[in-house]
């Protein structure tokens, strides 16, 4: 009895952590993302022998998630890999989306192939200035490296969050 009360708690405690809710949750594709697989939510993926549950983006997307709560100076903070080490190496930028305006606030390349240090969790913290700003949004598009060669490009992010004050 005792091990089948453990089992259930180790495989509700498994679900649990799978399905936790974070601000990656948010995003939706409003480009590319040309197969089901291009967009993959609650992933595991390891780098280095650090696994993080992720949000894997697969070249060329775009996703955007809404800023409906925050103001204020804000940190978007992630941690972001590419999960393979071959290719010409993948592109994120980041853009801060209101009404019509789209302004590129972040841009880093990731060649995991060539560079040891993109085969591991890289930290990331962007600043978002929402101050008077309503309809705000995130937005994330990666891309092929500068050869154009999509093999592989694919990005994980994890620990997506938002720091700073909430109103509401």
Known sequence: MICVLGYLLLVIGCDSARSSRTFADRFA???G?????????????????????ATILVAPITVRANLA?????LRLSLL???VFNIGDGIQMDVFLVNGSNRNRICSRYFDAGRNAA??????MDVPLDLWNRQDSQVEV????GP???LVADWLALAEVRIDGRRSG
């Open 29 to 31: 594709v409003v480009a």
């Open 33 to 53: 993302g040309g197969t089901h697989d291009s967009f993959q939510q609650h992933t595991p993926v390891v780098r280095n022998g650090r696994q993080e549950d």
């Open 69 to 73: 709560g925050y103001h204020g100076a």
């Open 80 to 82: 972001a890999t590419p």
């Open 118 to 123: 993109d085969r591991q969790w890289i930290a």
């Open 141 to 144: 598009q990666v891309s092929g």
């Open 147 to 149: 050869q154009g060669d």
